[in-house]
C-alpha cells in the first residue's frame, strides 16, 4: 500500500538516443568480450598461488567479477527496456526528446540543454533528463514560448530561443563515447 505522507517517486522514462543505446551496447560488449574475460584469467592465476583466504589478487578478483556480472546484468535488462527515440517530431518548432534548447532567463543568461534519457545524463555539458523538473516544463513548448519552471532553487523563468534536432555547433560533447567503466 502507498504512503499518502512520502512524495512519490520521479517518473521514470524508458527513452534514449540512438547514441545512448550504442553507449549502452559498447558497454556491454566491452565488459562481457574484455573486461570480464581478463579478469576471468587473473582470478584463475591467482587461484593457483595456494590460499584463497588471504590471497588479495583473488579476493578482489572474484569481487570485480561480481561487480562486472552485476553491470552486464543490469545493462542486459536496461538494454531490453529502452524504447530508442531515432527521428525528430513532426512539429521541429517544439520541445521534446532528443532535442537541443536554447534558453533565456530572466536575466539574459542564455543556457543550453539537451533532454536525453537517464542514462545520456551528462550536466558537464548540458544532457539533462527528460524526467527532470526542466525537461518536464519545456516539453511540448516551442520556439519563442515563455516558460515558468520550478526548480530546486524557486519559480525560474525562460525563453525558447532555438530547438535543434540535429546537432548544434554549441554542442561541445565529444563525439566518440567515453568508456567511463574502463579500469
Known sequence: ??????????????????????????????????????????????????????????????????????????????????????????????????AWVELENEEGEVFNYRLVGEDEIDLAHGYISIDAPLARGLAGKAIDDEVTVRLPKGLETFFILAVHYQRPAWDKKPAEHTHRWKT
Do not use: C
Request: glycine share 4%.
Open 1 to 98: 500500500m502507498t504512503d499518502p505522507n512520502k512524495p512519490a517517486l520521479p517518473r521514470r522514462s524508458h527513452l534514449i538516443t540512438p547514441h545512448g543505446e550504442q553507449a549502452l551496447r559498447e558497454e556491454y560488449d566491452y565488459l562481457w568480450r574484455q573486461e570480464r574475460p581478463r579478469v576471468t584469467q587473473e582470478v584463475s592465476d591467482a587461484a593457483k598461488l595456494g590460499d584463497r583466504s588471504e590471497n588479495a589478487e583473488y579476493i578482489y578478483g572474484k569481487r570485480r567479477l561480481r561487480q562486472i556480472d552485476s553491470r552486464v546484468r543490469f545493462l542486459l535488462k536496461r538494454l531490453d527496456e529502452v524504447t530508442v527515440v531515432d527521428r525528430p517530431p513532426a512539429d521541429p518548432r517544439k520541445v521534446y526528446f532528443g
